[in-house]
């Protein structure tokens, strides 16, 4: 069974960091790619960032620069580096298998940014 699990969420106040992890298993996970995705409430999930199976990333203009995407194969992990925190990164975050929100994803965790 797949599963990916995020951790790492909280609040911060504006201009501070967090690191979001995604702990996955059930798959081999150094063949897939890894995306992390967010909801605020009342929008649509958006994709963020993604990183590959060879460690090559994506990440969307509003988050480039401060937000960086990492992996550990070893530990089977995904990181969301996060620095520069606005108030309008407050939403959940989630991580789904490949980059793609209709693959299995986590249940999310809570970024709350404080102005």
């Known amino acids: 069974e797949v599963q990916l699990v995020e951790s790492g969420g909280g609040l911060v106040q504006a201009g501070g960091s967090l690191r979001l992890s995604c702990a996955a298993s059930?798959?081999?996970?150094?063949?897939?790619?890894i995306g992390w995705f967010r909801q605020a409430p009342g929008k649509e999930r958006e994709r963020i960032s993604c990183?590959?199976?060879?460690?090559?990333?994506y990440s969307e203009d509003s988050v480039k620069g401060r937000f960086t995407i990492s992996r550990d194969n070893a530990k089977n992990t995904v990181y969301l580096q996060m620095n520069s925190l606005k108030p309008e990164d407050t939403a959940v975050y989630y991580c789904?298998?490949?980059?793609?929100?209709?693959?299995?994803g986590g249940q999310g965790t809570q970024v709350t940014v404080s102005s």
């Open positions: 789904h298998q490949g980059c793609d929100s209709s693959w299995p």
């Open positions: 059930g798959f081999t996970f150094d063949v897939y790619a």
């Open positions: 990183i590959s199976s060879d460690g090559s990333t």
